[in-house]
């Protein structure tokens, strides 16, 4: 049995590694910029799974639902700037892809240089704070 469990237990280790942590350094309850509350989980930004991300990057790759009133079963990258004093903003730089892979690799950016006012599309970023 010890054959067996150090080698998986090796192998999950260098699992979560590449994925910049055992889970998403975000995880809290927050109330957003426009009023509402978001929860990110070990596994869920919101009612969308976490399928991959990268702390050290900041990027996440997220699936909404099948039947989510927007590109319902599709995959988005988003991105975050580093959390500082219980904040920190993101932004949607893709969305409506078929694969995690599509998500992942996709080549939209954000500027973070002014996220109160633009730089996500056009518009602000979503700021969440600690709630």
Sequence with gaps: M???????ATLITLSLAACGGSAIELVGTYTSNFGDD???????????????????????????PDDAQYFPGTYSKL???????????????DFGKDTVEAARTSTQA??????????????????????
């Design 2 to 8: 010890r054959r067996i469990l150090l080698p998986l």
């Design 38 to 64: 978001e929860t990110i989980t070990e596994s869920n930004w919101g009612d969308a799974t976490i399928e991959d991300w990268d702390n050290d990057a900041n990027w996440a790759v997220t699936r909404n």
């Design 79 to 93: 991105v975050w700037t580093e959390p500082a004093a219980g904040s920190f903003y993101y932004c949607y730089v």
């Design 110 to 131: 954000a500027d973070a240089s002014d996220p109160d006012a633009t730089g996500c599309g056009g518009f602000s970023w979503t700021k969440l704070s600690v709630k």
